[in-house]
Structures are given as C-alpha cells and as structure tokens.
C-alpha cells in the first residue's frame, strides 16, 4: 500500500471538475506545460533586434508544417502590423498597363495553395568555419515550412501585359522602411510556382511574415520571399540592389564573390536527438528529421550513427512534395557508447547533400550563406548530445 503511482491511484482535478467553456480563448493557444517552445533569437548576433533573426525551434515541432506562431523571422527593419484596407500592390516597368490592386482586388482572384518550405540563405551561417551554436534551432532554425495561399504572379503579369520577351526579370520591394529589394528571374515566374500570398497554414499570413502580401518564391533563399510586398518592377537586367551586390553573396577561397547563387541546395538535419538533448537510458529511440532541397523533391535520406562509417536508409513519411520540407525517421538501438548521428539527404536531380570536407573543399571557411553540410550530434556515454562537427 502505497507504492503505487498516484497519477493512477488518485482521481486527478480534470477528471472531477467542470472543465473550461468554448470560446473562453477566441483563438486558440498552445498549452501552457509548452511554454519552452517558442522563437528565440541568438545572443549577441545582431546590434539590433529590428534588424535580426529569430529561430524556429525544430527540436519540438512534428510533421512538416511549421506552426505559424513557431515559423522563424528576420526582419532588416522591423515588422509592422499594415492595415489590409491601405495596403496596395502595384505592377509597373516593361508592361502595357501599370496596375494597383487593393487586397480586395487580389482576393477577388483565382487562388492556389501549395506546401513549400522557406530557408534564409544564412541558415546555418555560423557554423562555415567551426562549431558555433549548441542546438538544431540556432544551427538550422532559418527554416519553415507551411500552405501558402495566393495569386499565382504570372497571372498578374499576364493582366498587365507584361513584355515577357524583353523583360526578363523583376524587382520585388516590400513597404518596410528597409528598402530590400530582389531581382527574381522571369523564369521562375513562368513556371507558375511564385505567389503573390495573403494565406499562410489556413488563415491570413501572420503580420511577422509579410502581413497582408508576400511573395512565394519556391526552392529560393528567403531573402527573395519580399514580405509586405508593396510593388513587382518588369525590367530587362538584374537590378544589383544592395541585398545582392554586397549581401547574400557567397565569399570564395580566392577572394572572389559568387553572386545570384540563390537557390537552396539539399540539406538535410536530425532534429532528434540533437543539440542539447539528453537521452534518459540506452535502448530503443526514433531518430527523425528533416529534408529539403530547392530543385524538388527529395529521393532519399541516409543515417548514420557512428560519424559516417556506415549508413542505412531512412524512411520518408508522406507527403513527400518538391521545395517542401520531408520528414524522415529510423530506429535506433542506442548501446550506451559514444555515438555521432547524421542524416544525408539525396534529391529527384541527383544532388547529395556534402560533407564539411566536401563543402570547405570548394567553398572555404569564410562564407555566410549557402551552407548545407551534413550535420552531426555527438552522443556521450551520459547521454548528453552536443554539436560537433565531422569531416
Ligand atoms: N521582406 C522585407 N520587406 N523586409 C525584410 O526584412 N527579410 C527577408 C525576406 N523578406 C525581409 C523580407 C529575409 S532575409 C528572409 S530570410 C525572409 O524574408 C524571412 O521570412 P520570415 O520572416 O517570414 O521567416
């Protein structure tokens, strides 16, 4: 008598009490024993927190699609919360008719939806020449993933009467005061896949990610997905804006700068265990994780669990759709000695994902953006898992 366990013996509050009535929270919140899953921005990265970062925290997040309130933020200038009813969208440069729509203009019109994920070219940026930060949220957290709803931009280009010969590429420009602005090539465009957006998982895209227009741009870095888009430029160059010609460039070994290198190539990342976990007793775990790439879909994920000496297929769980993030898991029984875990992702074009030998070979150690090395997690015997980086 005793001995057993009171969350059984002993009726709990919730099964003798009233409950809450509906409604009692207009819209719903997550629980409240959840309050250590949230955003969080990295200490010390940036002078300011209008012009920087926060991470999703993929070490608790399930599926592929990013909770709205999770899916991670980078601001150059702040977000601001704009009023639908002011907000206006205009098309102007190589076109017949200069046109402004309202979002009840745009609301009006033929809508898609479509899962794609979003990465910052920077993601992962800290860590090019060492280990940097502890957890999958700072080290990959620049991405989400969610259902975008939207007008495709062709169709807005096609009623303005866009001169799809000469003008073969735009500026996209958001109405924040930080003037960042994005070439997008004219072909992206007319393969249909990039959005003029005003939904985000369901409901209107939160004020944090572009409030009420953003574009979609699928497979691309982030920076090109211009949030609280106010205006589409047609034009017959790539513009060279600030944010192209001096940031999101890739620095070489030489000294050189690779530029326009935006789309996100396949990556993947174990989500858990990783960075700051801790496994309780050796035993039986699920490995699961992540993968993506911007030219589609993803064909194959490989795991490893000794740091890369043998590898066995991962299991890829529906849906598994191009420039989405694929959720992948494997079993594993953990024998209690030191482990390393990696995940290696493989795309529908026969991109695999490198090793940090592979990368440093071509890219160096001095660059920011476009890194998607394969990542490993260090086991100790307490358990303990840490970032650790293998070549
Ligand atoms: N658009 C505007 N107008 N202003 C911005 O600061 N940041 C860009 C892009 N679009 C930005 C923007 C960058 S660098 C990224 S990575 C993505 O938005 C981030 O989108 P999110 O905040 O919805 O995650």
């Known amino acids: 008598p005793g001995k057993g366990d009171p969350n059984i013996l002993n009726l709990p509050e919730w099964s003798t009490t009233l409950g809450m009535p509906v409604a009692t929270r207009g819209y719903g919140m997550p629980s409240k024993y959840e309050a250590g899953l949230i955003r969080r921005q990295s200490p010390g990265l940036t002078q300011t927190a209008a012009a920087s970062v926060s991470f999703s925290p993929l070490q608790g ?4 699609i990013t909770a709205s309130g999770l899916h991670f933020e980078r601001h150059h200038q702040g977000w601001h919360d704009i009023d639908p009813t002011k907000h206006r969208f205009m098309i102007n440069g190589l076109v017949k008719t200069p046109m402004v729509f309202t979002m009840d203009d745009l609301m009006r019109l033929p809508s898609v939806s479509r899962i794609h994920f979003i990465e910052c070219g920077a993601n992962t940026g800290m860590e090019w020449a060492n280990v940097a930060v502890p957890t999958v949220q700072y080290t990959h957290g620049m991405l989400s993933c969610s259902e975008f709803t939207g007008v495709r931009l062709i169709d807005l280009l096609e009623m303005c009467g866009a001169d799809l010969k000469k003008g073969r590429y735009l500026l996209a420009e958001g109405a924040d005061g930080s003037s960042m602005t994005r070439t997008i090539p004219m072909e992206l465009v007319e393969s249909g896949e990039v959005l003029v957006a005003y939904g985000m998982n369901g409901e209107m895209i939160r004020p944090e990610n572009g409030y009420p227009l953003r574009l979609v741009v699928p497979g691309v870095q982030g920076v090109s997905w211009v949030k609280w888009l106010r205006r589409v430029e047609v034009g017959d160059k790539p513009y060279g804006t600030k944010d192209e010609a001096v940031h999101y460039i890739d620095l070489m070994p030489d000294g050189m700068h690779r530029q326009y290198t935006s789309l996100q190539e396949v990556k ?4 858990t265990p990783s960075g700051g976990q801790i496994l309780l007793d050796k035993g039986f775990y699920n490995i699961t994780g992540l993968a993506w790439s911007g030219r589609g879909k993803i ?21 598994v759709l191009p420039k989405a993030l694929t959720r992948f898991n494997i ?4 024998d209690g000695k030191p482990a390393i875990l990696q995940s290696r992702a493989v795309d529908e074009t026969g991109h695999i994902q490198p090793s940090y030998g592979q990368l440093r070979k071509v890219r160096g150690t001095r660059s920011i953006y476009h890194n998607n090395a394969i990542q490993s997690w260090l086991v100790n015997e307490n358990g303990e898992v840490s970032n650790v980086q293998v070549l």
Do not use: K, Y
């Open 61 to 64: 997040m399930f599926g592929i």
């Open 331 to 334: 079993d594993w029984v953990w």
């Open 299 to 319: 064909v194959r994920v490989d795991v490893s669990t000794d740091g890369g000496v043998n590898w066995r297929q991962a299991r890829l769980e529906q849906p």
């Open 268 to 271: 993947s990342v174990i989500t």
